[in-house]
């Protein structure tokens, strides 16, 4: 699991596993849930507000890696 935190934006992308992308689906105003070619999730996108749903300084202090960001850039090209 990795994410990446756009501060600037209070968005959050979080990556459960490498998988090959398929599609996404809001499941909730603001929240994207990636998901792979059998339709499995394989990430959470919190487009705005991610700050109020989760505690960011927590999860940078939780030694789960961050994305690097041209990950972050690839993520979000391939849903459009």
Same mark, same amino acid.
Do not use: C
């Given at each position: 699991?990795?994410?990446?935190?756009?501060?600037?934006? $209070? /968005?959050?992308l979080?990556?459960?596993? &490498?998988?090959t992308y =398929?599609? #996404? %689906?809001e499941?909730?105003?603001?929240?994207?849930v990636?998901?792979? $070619? /059998?339709?499995?999730?394989m990430?959470? &996108?919190?487009?705005? =507000?991610? #700050? %109020?749903?989760?505690?960011?300084?927590?999860?940078?202090k939780?030694?789960? /890696?961050?994305?690097?960001?041209?990950?972050?850039r690839?993520?979000?090209?391939? %849903?459009?």
């Amino acid at each position: 699991m990795r994410y990446s935190y756009d501060a600037a934006h $209070d /968005a959050l992308l979080i990556t459960f596993r &490498d998988a090959t992308y =398929d599609n #996404s %689906k809001e499941i909730f105003p603001g929240f994207v849930v990636d998901l792979d $070619d /059998a339709g499995r999730p394989m990430g959470l &996108d919190i487009y705005f =507000d991610a #700050s %109020k749903f989760v505690d960011i300084e927590a999860l940078k202090k939780s030694g789960i /890696a961050p994305l690097p960001p041209v990950e972050r850039r690839r993520a979000a090209a391939k %849903k459009r």
